[in-house]
């Protein structure tokens, strides 16, 4: 099968389209032929995995797929070839991806397979950081990054949780179109001083809970600004590292900060729960997904290069033709 490859070498890294074994699938796995790859701030990662001066081996990026079902493994009853479904996968960037049972997903009704390539990771992402901290109606929720994937999908998901929900982004037209998504107020992170205009929103209250993708001084500005009992929950962080904090500080005033991973949460979610509900949403009308561009998967770098430019606005997908 083909598929693209990040080939990393001291001189630089980059995308090849290649010739690759095909994956077969374990017991528990889905093989899916990839129609559609939603693309993601993770793709762009660049972390090795071998020690200094060793040749990295060449590995698929890509979180999200949407396709068909091509066979599924001895284990799995509830999938079946020719099925249409969406997933979260390692190894996305391929004419076949495998992914486990219980993180394939149907979209909703009436969805195209590219909108349901832009699902996964930033819906998922969102829903189980507001799972993790226990968001409740009337709390105020801060979404970092409007314009981010995951900043689009959790201002809606927290709104719909019966959230206040406040937003960020670094400029004026990015905040706006938070509040258009629905958000009731933003921060233009790039010229306010956030945590004053975060306190200013709450009333000197604070936030009750922060879903920070951002980190570097972003992060720091929000932890002043935390109310009693806030939580932040930390994915990523395109922005730099997070200053040290100290979890005793924070426990006094019963705060906490915790990453999230999103394979690991959904695959505690055995039932599929959380999507149930997502689905209900989508199929009112309550959560959308925001897709800027759509664009054949050969075009893979300049897709990866505008979405480290911070071009974007919600999700790129990739057509596999």
């Known amino acids: 099968m083909k598929a693209i490859r990040i080939h990393m070498a001291e001189t630089g890294d980059e995308l090849r389209m290649e010739e690759v ?7 528990d796995e889905v093989m899916i032929r990839t129609q559609a790859i939603g693309v993601n701030r993770a793709d762009l990662g660049r972390r090795r995995t071998v ?13 999200d797929v949407a396709g068909v079902v091509a066979s599924v493994g001895a284990h799995v009853t509830n999938w079946h070839p020719g099925d249409h479904v969406m997933a979260l996968v390692r190894g996305a960037y391929a004419e076949y991806a495998v992914a486990p049972s219980v993180l394939t997903f149907r979209p909703p009704v009436g969805m195209s397979t590219i909108e349901a390539a832009s699902l996964p990771c930033v819906f998922f992402t969102a829903w189980y950081a507001f799972q993790m901290a226990e968001l409740k109606r009337g709390e105020t929720a801060l979404i970092h990054a409007a314009g981010s994937g995951v900043g689009m999908a959790g201002i809606q998901i927290a709104k719909a949780l019966g959230a206040r929900v406040l937003t960020s982004a670094g400029s004026d037209a990015r905040v706006e179109r938070g509040r258009q998504l629905g958000a009731d107020a ?11 205009a975060l306190l200013r929103l709450t009333d000197g209250r604070g936030v009750d809970m922060v879903l920070d993708t951002v980190g570097g001084a972003i992060f720091d500005a929000t932890l002043r600004a935390l109310a009693p009992g806030g939580r932040v929950v930390t994915v990523g962080g395109h922005s730099g590292q997070r200053s040290p904090y100290e979890d005793q ?8 900060v915790r990453p999230m991973g999103v394979f690991n949460k959904a695959q505690e979610d055995v039932d599929q729960r959380g999507w149930a509900q997502m689905t209900s949403w989508f199929e009112t009308g309550r959560l959308r997904t925001v ?3 759509v664009c054949p998967w050969t075009e893979a770098t300049r897709v990866q290069a505008l979405l480290a430019s911070r071009g974007v606005f919600g999700k790129v997908v990739m057509e596999v033709r």
Request: aromatic share 4%; glycine share 10%; charged share 15%.
């Open 21 to 27: 074994p095909q994956p077969d699938p374990t017991a």
């Open 249 to 256: 500080d924070l426990a006094k005033q019963g705060q906490w």
């Open 186 to 196: 933003g921060v233009n992170y790039a010229t306010a001083n956030v945590t004053e």
């Open 51 to 63: 020690s200094a001066g060793a040749q990295e081996p060449p590995r698929i990026p890509g979180l």
């Open 291 to 293: 897709v800027q561009e």
